[in-house]
């Protein structure tokens, strides 16, 4: 013969221990030591910090900030040093976007208009095929050096 319990008895013993628990940390809580001991939050920020993450304090890792200014490498004979030689898709596509803005904006294009053109994505590509735009592309190390690299230079 087998018993069985209802669903109402079997949470039963859940919800009270839920219960405690959650009396537990409100008791235990920064604010409430804080009270107790008659210390303001602004003194007991540390407490506060460490129960934000959750974490104990001796197990949260924090890194010294590095200071670094930015540098540019000085250009070579026309050499891209940083990031291959190559237009990559994202930049293009940056570049392309940014050009199709202003063109929609009312900026004059740079490509001969005896061709005829559907929308201004296909000018900018245009414009972009036959570098004539006169923008650079900056590209950043993480330890603050940059180069900053003209279009006419990519391949």
Avoid: C, H
Wanted: aromatic share 4%; hydrophobic share 35%.
């Amino acid at each position: 013969m087998v018993l069985r319990r209802s669903s109402a008895e079997k949470n039963k013993g859940k919800k009270t221990a839920k219960v405690k628990r959650d009396a537990e940390t409100k008791i235990n809580s920064p604010e409430k030591k804080a009270k107790k001991s008659g210390k303001s939050k602004i003194e007991n920020t540390e407490t506060i910090q460490e129960s934000e993450s959750g974490r104990p304090k001796d197990e949260v890792v924090v890194y010294p900030e590095m200071d670094f200014e930015p540098r540019e490498i000085p250009p070579q004979d026309s050499e891209v040093l940083i990031g291959p030689p190559t237009l990559t898709r994202f930049e293009r596509a940056r570049i392309i976007g940014a050009r199709s803005l202003q063109l929609s904006l009312g900026a004059p294009a740079l490509v001969d208009s005896s061709i005829k053109f559907n929308d201004t994505i296909s000018i900018a590509v245009a414009e972009l095929d036959s570098k004539v735009l006169p923008i650079s592309i900056r590209r950043l190390l993480p330890n603050g050096l940059y180069q900053d690299i003209p279009i006419d230079w990519l391949k």
